[in-house]
């Protein structure tokens, strides 16, 4: 039986972050950078709290946002060895579920639609390993939690973490070689 992976969307295969600093710019005037918004954390560099709202309740900002660094080419690599599942928490933006559900057609047509989760909970998810951002989502995790890079997490260190799309595949190889010896 094949093991199983949840990959979120959001700041996972889809850049979230830059696109985020570019519409929030485009709303409010303020110009952030990833490494500033590191240093004051994610509440204070986006101060203008009805302007983040706006911006996430905005038609077509989840549509258009470009698809992370080798993050096709590493699913479509992961998928000749595991069960791909695409986990978002899009309940709490209700306008981006048509919006990731197109998104992932573009990019990710190749996803099955019986493999897309839209949820709002993802504690239900029970796969092997779940690559998500959050640790809100990694710390319930029923499988291996792997924490993919982001300005929110950056001071994190209780998971593993992925900086880059090209370290998945050898990571999860190690990860089963070290699971399967342990058995």
């Known amino acids: 039986m094949r093991k199983?992976?949840?990959i979120d969307?959001?700041?996972?295969?889809?850049?979230?972050?830059?696109?985020?600093?570019?519409?929030?710019?485009n709303e409010t005037g303020i110009s952030l950078t990833l490494q500033l918004i590191n240093e004051l954390g994610e509440d204070a560099a986006f101060a203008d709290k009805t302007a983040?709202?706006?911006?996430?309740?905005?038609?077509?900002?989840?549509?258009?946002?470009p698809v992370m660094d080798k993050a096709v080419e590493n699913v479509t690599l992961l998928m000749e060895d595991y069960?791909?599942?695409?986990?978002?928490?899009?309940?709490?933006?209700?306008l981006s579920l048509y919006e990731k559900r197109e998104w992932l057609q573009e990019h990710?047509?190749?996803?099955?639609?019986?493999?897309?989760?839209?949820?709002?909970d993802k504690s239900i998810i029970d796969t092997d390993?779940?690559?998500?951002?959050?640790?809100?989502?990694?710390?319930?995790c029923k499988g291996k939690a792997l924490m993919f890079n982001a300005y929110h997490n950056a001071h994190i260190n209780h998971h593993i973490r992925i900086n880059h799309w090209d370290e998945v595949p050898?990571?999860?190889?190690?990860?089963?070689?070290?699971?399967?010896?342990?058995?």
């Open 4 to 6: 199983s992976i949840a």
């Open 9 to 25: 969307m959001d700041g996972v295969i889809a850049d979230t972050e830059p696109h985020l600093i570019e519409w929030y710019k």
């Open 52 to 65: 983040l709202h706006k911006v996430l309740h905005t038609q077509s900002f989840f549509r258009t946002v």
């Open 83 to 94: 069960e791909i599942f695409i986990v978002s928490a899009a309940m709490e933006f209700p």
């Open 108 to 120: 990710f047509p190749f996803i099955s639609w019986k493999n897309i989760i839209f949820c709002g």
């Open 129 to 140: 390993y779940m690559i998500d951002d959050y640790c809100k989502n990694l710390d319930f």
């Open 170 to 183: 050898k990571l999860l190889k190690t990860l089963t070689y070290s699971t399967e010896n342990i058995l």
